[in-house]
């Protein structure tokens, strides 16, 4: 059998830590195995533990959620930090996918949501809550044609349209509603563009285009 995912909890609201543990401990394939209450805390927990995901919050005593998250890349080897916050802002959603972060998830939509997020991030994905994909994206460069850098002007319009939107979230069937397209066309697309650009996941493509600055 798989080993149960080993997850950290780090949140200052001890209720709120406890209520997720119930959650995820209910579950056959996940396990809490410690709770932070700042990212002071976190830090010495994450580094004896050594978990497969951290669900951290941004705002935090001591040391909150965006000021841990480089200190946790430079002190473990943990490569799954997934952000549970209040905060609907889309400035902290790009601040914290630029610091590492694999996902971010509201507090207002925890439970389902944050199960499928775990298992996304899990997989190597980046997993962004539905209603916070727009905020990837709030102007909208006019000819993305023009952007320089690591091959982006070597991709096609349509090779384009598909990677911004695979970037920001969405799935092969909402793309080909979008773009009028099949769904195997849009798979097609997303897998050239990728290949041109070198990059193997979706994770590694949303850094590329926060990089680039194709999704601020």
């Known amino acids: ?45 994450a580094a004896d533990l050594q978990p497969d995901l951290i669900l951290l919050d941004l705002s935090m005593p001591r040391l909150g959620g965006l000021e841990t998250l480089p200190l946790l890349r430079q002190k473990t080897t943990i490569s799954r930090i997934l952000i549970l916050t209040m905060h609907d802002d ?24 944050l199960i499928t997020a775990i298992q996304a991030v899990m997989r190597g994905d980046v997993y962004v809550h539905p209603a916070m994909t727009r905020a990837l994206l709030p102007d909208m460069p006019p000819d993305l044609q023009t952007t320089a850098g690591n091959g982006w002007h070597l991709l096609s319009d349509r090779e384009q349209d598909v990677l911004l939107l695979v970037a920001l979230g969405h799935t092969s069937r909402e793309i080909a509603d979008q773009l009028a397209l099949s769904v195997k066309t849009v798979e097609t697309y997303r897998a050239r563009g990728m290949e041109k650009l070198g990059l193997s996941s979706r994770a590694a493509l949303v850094r590329f285009a926060l990089a680039q600055g194709l999704l601020e």
Not at 21 to 38: I, Q, S
Not at 92 to 111: E, F, M
């Open 90 to 113: 889309g400035s902290y959603l790009r601040q914290a996918l630029k610091a590492g972060a694999s996902g971010y998830v509201l507090k207002k939509a925890a439970d389902v949501e």
């Open 1 to 45: 059998m798989t080993p149960p995912i080993r997850i950290l909890l780090a949140d200052d609201h001890a209720v709120l830590r406890s209520g997720l543990a119930a959650l995820l401990n209910g579950r056959a394939d996940m396990t809490v195995v410690g709770e932070a209450a700042d990212g002071v805390e976190l830090l010495s927990l």
